[in-house]
Structures are given as C-alpha cells and as structure tokens.
C-alpha cells in the first residue's frame, strides 16, 4: 500500500511535497547508515579476510612442517626396516657360527670324553695287572720262603750268614 502511495499520481503539491521529503529522508538516513555501518562492516570484513588470510598461511605452513615431519617418520621407518633386515641377516650369521662353535665343542668334549674314558680303562688295566702281578710276586715269595725255610735249617742259615759277613768285611 505505501508503494503505490509512492507510485500513484499525487494532486496535492503539498502532500507530494511532504512525501519526496519524507523519501529523501529515508534515502539520507539509509545512504547515512549506509555510510557509517558500511565502512564499520567493510573494516570488520577486511579485518576478517586479514585473520582468514593470516589463518590461512598459518595452515598452509603447518601442512608443509606436517608433510615435512611426515616424510622425515617415512625415512626413518625406511631406515629402521632396512636396519632390521641387517640385523636379521646379522643374527642369522652369528646364530650359523655359534652353531659352528657348538658343534665343534661338542666334538671336542665328546673326543675328550672319549680319550678320558680310553685312560681310563688303560689306568684301571694297569692296577689290575700291577695288582695281580703283586699278588703273583708275593705267593711265589711265599712259596720260595717257605721251601727255603724247608731247605735251610739254621745250621745252613748260619753257613749262610757268615758268608755275607765275610763277603761284607772283604769289601
């Protein structure tokens, strides 16, 4: 209704009057607000577009110290799995040359086992016959002390005697 107030054909000079004053009003008091809130907000805008724009940078610099940290973790982990297969191929030498050594050493002390069992039952045989050549010795000496003992009278023993005696003053 107050656009066709506006529209419509006034007749009244007075009243057209008031109304262009009425609508230049409004136009000042809007071009005013205009003025005045839109250089506020045009600051506040550009204000913002600044923080987006630094907000921004700032992103876009910790994407590239991201990306950066990103591929130095992807070097280590290469390095680290290379490292690994080193250690690896490492471990199973030394494991192929402690078994080597084992093995060795096994055969060592089984020989040395061996040889010790061998002295063993050489030194046990050697007792044996010493003894049972002691044995052997002493009943013969028995044997030859009681013949003699049978043979010899103690007329014979002091014959005998006096012979050493003899013998023993001679030298």
Do not use: W
């Amino acid at each position: 209704m107050m656009i066709n107030q506006y529209l419509s054909i006034q007749t009244n000079i007075f009243e057209t009057n008031l109304i262009n004053l009425a609508i230049f009003n409004e136009i000042i008091v809007i071009i005013i607000i205009i003025f005045f809130l839109g250089s506020s907000i045009k600051l506040t805008l550009m204000k913002r577009q600044k923080l987006i724009a630094s907000n921004l940078r700032s992103a876009n610099l910790r994407v590239i110290r991201s990306e950066k940290e990103l591929e130095k973790a992807y070097q280590r982990c290469s390095e680290i799995d290379e490292k690994i297969a080193e250690i690896k191929v490492e471990t199973k030498i030394i494991i192929k040359e402690q078994e080597k050594k084992l093995r060795a050493e096994h055969k060592a002390e089984i020989k040395f086992l061996h040889d010790s069992k061998n002295e063993t039952i050489l030194i046990q045989k050697n007792r044996v016959r010493q003894q049972i050549i002691k044995e052997t010795l002493d009943t013969i000496f028995k044997n030859v002390y009681k013949r003699l003992e049978k043979i010899l009278s103690p007329k014979n023993q002091k014959i005998i005697n006096r012979f050493y005696i003899n013998l023993l003053k001679s030298l």
